[in-house]
């Protein structure tokens, strides 16, 4: 038995923020975001819109894609580290809007690997017989929790949703999952409170992303090169036997690394974060859709997924699509 994907979507807030637009707000250029990251543009949510809203959005749309009611839907999985409130989670305030009571309902929180956690999750589900049609989101409305007057950071994020309807089937679909975390990084990526710590700040507002950019690009080079090895060697397939790479989308010369390490060019490689910045858990899942609704991603092609993030934490997925 394997999960395959039925249906892709994905939504992005109304509100673009430029390049431009931020070189009125602080000391940087659109000439460095493009040469540093590959940024053009962010999506901002709009004041009141929460990262539910974005979820729903993307998943009505895979839903519609996936040809599938949300009645059909026996499972929500949505990682996120912006959720709307600390509970109930993000995924059981979408299965009320949805309506499909009773099923499962799991947050995840795994940063930037948010989604690919939540499809090893669902894949297990789905591979047990445990459930049979799962619906597995990414979705940040992370421009609330940055410093808007940091250029280190604000220049690089940004909010969005993608959605994947898996659902279980005899023929292929995802081949393996392979999910890791290094907390030892800890203090290289973060934000600094939560509620059993620096709550008084975090109400407050006074605390915002930190990050040791430097740093964390080094080892997130380094680990996403890893981990596309370990899936070719779990599946004992080369890399040119991978149709496409779907990269975690933050910054465009990690990316080009990994495709170099991975002997791709670059035409095989799905790229987005030009027009939305580093989304975090949404980054993975809005690429796919991208690349499947303007038909590069076919039937049939094998396609790696990647993604690292705050923790460390750090996945990827080998699927037949
Ligand atoms: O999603 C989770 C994983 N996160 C990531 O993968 C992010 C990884 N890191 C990165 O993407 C890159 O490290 C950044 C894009 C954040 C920064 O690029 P960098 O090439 O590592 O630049 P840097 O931090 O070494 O800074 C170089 C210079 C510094 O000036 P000095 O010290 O050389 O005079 C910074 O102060 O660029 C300066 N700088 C800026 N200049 C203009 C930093 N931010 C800006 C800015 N505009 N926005």
Not at 94 to 116: D, T
Request: charged fraction near 25%; include cysteine; proline fraction near 3%.
């Amino acid at each position: 038995m394997y999960s395959r994907i039925a249906g892709t979507g994905r939504y992005l807030p109304e509100k673009v923020l430029t390049n431009f637009d931020l070189e009125k707000m602080v000391d940087t250029s659109d000439q460095w975001i493009r040469e540093r990251s590959g940024i053009e543009r962010r999506h901002i949510a709009a004041e009141g819109e929460t990262t539910c809203d974005l979820c729903e959005a993307a998943a009505r749309q895979a839903l519609e894609a996936a040809n599938l009611t949300p009645a059909d839907i026996d499972m929500i999985v949505v990682g996120t580290t912006t959720p709307d409130q600390v509970f109930p989670n993000v995924a059981c305030l979408l299965q009320e809007r949805l309506g499909n009571r009773g099923v499962p309902a799991i947050g995840l929180e795994a940063a930037c690997s948010g989604f690919i956690y939540g499809m090893s999750v669902a894949d297990k589900f789905i591979r047990t017989g445990a459930a049979k049609k799962v619906l597995v989101i990414g979705a940040e409305t992370l421009s609330r929790f940055i410093d808007w007057t940091d250029r280190s950071t604000c220049v690089l994020f940004g909010d969005g949703a993608g959605a994947v309807v898996l659902e279980a089937a005899e023929s292929e679909g995802i081949l393996s999952t392979h999910i890791h975390a290094d907390g030892y990084y800890k203090d290289l990526l973060y934000f600094p409170s939560g509620v059993s710590k620096g709550f008084d700040d975090l109400k407050s507002g006074r605390d915002f992303v930190q990050m040791k950019g430097n740093e964390v690009f080094k080892v997130a080079v380094n680990t996403l090169g890893r981990i596309a090895t370990e899936t070719l060697e779990a599946n004992n397939i080369s890399q040119e036997d991978i149709d496409w790479l779907i990269p975690h989308q933050a910054n465009i010369r990690i990316i080009e690394a990994t495709a170099r390490k991975l002997k791709m060019p670059m035409e095989r490689v799905i790229l987005t974060v030009q027009d939305h910045g580093n989304t975090s858990s949404a980054s993975v899942p809005m690429a796919l859709d991208t690349a499947v609704r303007d038909g590069r991603i076919k039937r049939g092609d094998l396609i790696l997924l990647e993604a690292f993030g705050g923790g460390f934490t750090w996945g990827s997925a080998l699927i037949r699509y």
